[in-house]
């Protein structure tokens, strides 16, 4: 590796040799960049929570890029909380694109919390350009967490498989994020996959398509409790489950808003859309499946199936 950076001066520090320079630290056994606020990692190794936690100064004035270079990057649970990759506010983490740059690992417990996620998001925070994935074989496992968190997430991808019994693509819980060109997927033996789930939530999203396939009892594309979320241009799929296949689930929800999406379930038990509130609202929509558990009879404008043929709810 070319250790000249403009003017330099070579040094030990911690037993690491380290190129100081007037714009820039270089690592050289890390492969990481420091250049003010922008952190490079050039390649898989450096241990990112590390990295995370060794900024002290962020802030609304001061935010930090983590940018990551091409690779796979093996995340595993700390030792402590049992939790993965935990983001912090005011921090972007960006990949050099999904496929490109990966996050994966096999972080899996008996609980839906962040001992069973790959990355938990923080507010004031954002996640790009990368993909995310969990192949924990423990009870539950979730690619992308975000608990009373609001993150920004674009351009990602989020895998869980090999679950026993839950198996979460993103997983909200008490946040509100913003979620735009993000595939969820949640796939395999597992008794319920979830492609999205939200409880008690509100997040925004837009061009998300969120897949469920495979479960042994039931699929759900997106599934809200006590939800509101905004979709605009999401495709909500679920098949190849014995039980149930639901495109969208809505559970005490009321004021989900859906626009020029496609809501579809297939396959035994299949039902686009089960259970909508008089506070929903779906429009220039398809829906593969049907609806079920409509308890209000005006919340339907445009909205048609696979043959183009109206569907009312």
Do not use: W
């Amino acid at each position: 590796m070319n250790t000249k950076r403009n003017v330099g001066i070579l040094v030990f520090l911690g037993g690491l040799l380290v190129v100081m320079t007037a714009h820039a630290t270089l690592s050289m056994s890390e492969s990481v960049i420091r250049k003010g606020t922008t952190i490079e990692v050039l390649e898989p190794g450096p241990d990112l929570q590390d990295l995370i936690d060794g900024i002290t100064d962020e802030g609304p004035a001061k935010p930090y890029l983590i940018k990551l270079g091409p690779g796979v990057y093996t995340i595993t649970a700390d030792g402590m909380t049992g939790s993965g990759l935990v983001m912090a506010p005011y921090i972007c983490i960006m990949g050099s694109g999904q496929g490109v740059t990966i996050l994966t690992g096999a972080i899996s417990s008996g609980l839906t919390d962040s001992s069973s996620a790959i990355v938990t998001g923080a507010s004031n925070a954002s996640l790009t350009d990368l993909s995310v994935e969990n192949k924990g074989a423990g009870f539950v496992s979730t690619a992308i967490l975000n608990s009373s968190t609001s993150p920004r997430i674009q351009n990602v991808t989020a895998t869980a498989s090999g679950a026993a019994s839950n198996n979460f693509g993103v997983r909200n819980v008490s946040s509100s994020p913003t979620m735009s060109n993000v595939t969820a997927t949640a796939s395999g033996a597992a008794t319920v996959n979830h492609g999205v789930n939200n409880v008690s939530s509100s997040p925004t999203m837009s061009n998300v398509t969120a897949t469920a396939s495979g479960a042994a009892m039931k699929n759900f594309g997106v599934r809200n409790f006590s939800s509101s979320p905004t979709m605009n241009n999401v495709t909500a799929t679920a098949s190849g489950a014995t039980s149930g296949n639901v495109g969208m689930e809505q559970m005490i929800s009321g004021g989900t808003q859906v626009d020029s999406s496609t809501l579809s379930g297939t396959g035994t038990g299949a039902i686009g859309v089960d259970g909508i509130s008089a506070g929903d609202r779906i429009t220039n929509t398809r829906i593969v499946g049907g609806v079920t558990n409509d308890d209000a009879a005006t919340n339907c404008l445009n909205t048609f199936d696979a043959a183009l043929a109206a569907v009312s709810c």
